[in-house]
RNA sequence: GGAGAGAUGGGUGAGUGGCUGAAACCACCGGUUUGCUAAACCGGCGUACGGGUAAUACUGUACCGGGGGUUCGAAUCCCCCUCUCUCCGCCA
């Protein structure tokens, strides 16, 4: 969220550029500053009277020690009426501080300058392309029929053990997913990302601290025996790894990487342009997070789509890097890189990773801030993090693609991985 | 799951219901001394939200795992919760 500092000091900036995500901030500002105002007041009240019930005590306890007990009590009757303001006060701030949090986390991140205004994702800003779109024979098939074929990624057998979109991966279907989530750590580590492995369930703190709730409770599955959700993406265990936490600037950025399962409610999101592989309710991702110094957070995001467009490279896939448009970024992020890789059978794009800066929006409610020598007080800091990558659709893209008569080529970064070089 | 012990600032760790936002030590920062380094000595060293200021200074309140209570006054007493440790049980 926003921090009221900055919301009291860029009101009509924020406006403005909230315009550019179809959202008006006016009324939900105006409230906020309102509100705010009434809650300075309110602490000027109360902490004045406290500041005198204070006072008052110490001397209660010097009278007591100097054995004037009828002046000491003398003094304890007037503080009656004084307690009971202040608990009214109290319990007045309270809710004005309970509103002012309510009207803030209404509040979605503002874009970076480059974000453009837009209504979907036809308005997304193509940045570049690259790889080459075979051109696959009549004969070719989705990807759905060619795992049936060849038995490597069973749905109806998921359907059987858990339900719908929890697919079981086969033999040769299996050692392809533990190849790519292989091969993405690696080159992860190569660039200098430190491997964690986090929890794959989380409480209720993490789920507040990097976005998930309180609104969108919906997507994750919920415990509830022990009120814990399952991560719909790493982000969460590994973002909040420094939720509360005072970085020193030397040692930004941070930079982690974590494979985890991945688990979306996705409730009422099923049709006919998910099927197979396109959109599932467990899936397996390799993340990249970092917590950057807001001086360099933007080079920092430049470097993890270049990391991004450098594994999708390796598996030869041919991909097109869009900017999103202020209607298809996310409520937190304030510039997002979304990758697609082409689906030669499907023939169409399929988002593949999602590489966003939140600048402060996340820090602000993880409470992770950095200081420097010089500097007098800690200031939050610059969290990002992207997929790099999610295997379904990078799985779906590799059978469709490299299809061949006698069965699917592996990419070759992957055969040292894999142990095989064709599925057949 | 049963029994017991505990949770204090970056770390170790003291703390009798009032003089404790919190000793001491370590770490860290600034300085003095000194061929250099080290040592020694002196000083500083939490966070949030207010007031104040051009900005400092200064100042109010809150915070000793979390939440409630008792009291004029709570790190300290009481209740609930969470977590950690030890022992027992169970277990990959």
Same mark, same amino acid.
């Given at each position: 969220m926003l921090t009221l500092k900055f919301i009291q000091e860029n009101t009509d900036l924020i406006i403005k550029r909230l315009k550019v995500k179809n959202f008006d901030a006016t009324e939900i500002i105006n409230k906020v500053i309102e509100q705010n105002n009434r809650r300075k007041e309110t602490q000027a009240k109360v902490d004045l009277l406290k500041a005198e019930m204070n006072t008052i005590s110490k001397e209660i306890g010097k009278l007591f020690q100097e054995k004037k007990i009828e002046e000491a009590n003398a003094a304890k009757e007037k503080t009656t009426?004084?307690?009971?303001?202040?608990?009214?006060? $109290?319990?007045?701030?309270?809710?004005?501080? $309970?509103?002012?949090?309510?009207?803030?986390?209404?509040?979605?991140?503002?874009?970076? %300058?480059?974000?453009?205004? /837009?209504?979907?994702?036809?308005?997304?800003? %193509?940045?570049?392309? !690259?790889?080459?779109?075979?051109?696959?024979?009549?004969? &070719?098939?989705?990807?759905? %029929?060619?795992?049936?074929?060849?038995?490597?990624?069973? *749905?109806?057998? /998921?359907?059987?053990?858990?339900?719908?979109? *929890?697919?079981?991966?086969?033999?040769? !279907?299996?050692?392809?997913? #533990?190849?790519?989530?292989?091969? *993405?750590?690696?080159?992860?580590?190569?660039?200098?990302?430190?491997?964690?492995?986090?929890?794959?369930?989380?409480? %209720?703190?993490?789920?507040?601290?990097?976005?998930?709730?309180?609104? &969108?409770?919906?997507?994750?599955?919920?415990?509830?025996?022990?009120?814990?959700?399952?991560?719909?993406?790493?982000?969460?265990?590994?973002?909040?790894?420094? #939720?509360?936490?005072?970085?020193?600037?030397?040692?930004?950025?941070?930079?982690?990487?974590?494979?985890?399962?991945?688990?979306? #409610?996705?409730?009422?999101?099923? /049709?006919?342009?998910?099927?197979?592989?396109?959109?599932?309710?467990? *899936?397996?991702?390799?993340e990249i997070v970092q917590i950057a110094n807001p001086k360099t957070s933007y080079q920092q995001l430049d470097e993890m789509v270049a990391h991004v467009e450098n594994l999708i490279k390796k598996l030869d896939l041919p991909y097109r890097i869009v900017r999103l448009c202020g209607g298809d970024i996310s409520f937190t992020s304030a510039m997002t890189y979304d990758f697609e890789v082409y689906s030669a059978a499907q023939e169409r794009w399929l988002e593949v990773s999602s590489v966003s800066n939140f600048e402060s929006f996340q820090a602000n409610r993880l409470k992770c801030r950095y200081k420097a020598k010089d500097m007098k007080k800690p200031e939050l800091v610059h969290t990002l993090n992207g997929s790099a990558l999610a295997l379904p659709r990078i799985v779906a893209a590799i059978i469709e693609n490299n299809q061949t008569e006698t069965g699917i080529k592996i990419p070759r970064v992957l055969i040292p991985y894999t142990g095989f070089d064709i599925i057949e």
């Open positions: 009426s004084l307690k009971e303001e202040i608990k009214s006060l $109290d319990a007045a701030f309270a809710s004005i501080d $309970d509103e002012v949090n309510k009207l803030l986390v209404q509040l979605p991140n503002i874009p970076h %300058e480059l974000v453009v205004p /837009g209504r979907d994702e036809t308005d997304n800003v %193509e940045i570049r392309r !690259g790889g080459e779109i075979p051109q696959l024979p009549e004969t &070719k098939k989705p990807h759905w %029929e060619i795992i049936k074929d060849l038995d490597i990624i069973d *749905f109806e057998l /998921g359907t059987k053990l858990t339900g719908a979109g *929890f697919p079981v991966y086969k033999g040769k !279907g299996a050692k392809l997913q #533990r190849a790519l989530i292989s091969f *993405f750590l690696d080159e992860g580590e190569k660039a200098g990302y430190n491997e964690v492995l986090p929890p794959i369930m989380v409480n %209720e703190d993490s789920g507040f601290g990097t976005g998930q709730l309180p609104d &969108k409770e919906g997507m994750m599955y919920h415990a509830q025996a022990d009120n814990l959700y399952m991560v719909p993406t790493a982000e969460v265990p590994v973002t909040n790894i420094y #939720r509360d936490v005072i970085v020193d600037e030397e040692q930004l950025p941070i930079k982690n990487i974590a494979y985890t399962p991945c688990f979306r #409610r996705e409730a009422g999101s099923w /049709g006919a342009h998910v099927r197979g592989l396109n959109r599932l309710h467990q *899936f397996d991702k390799v």
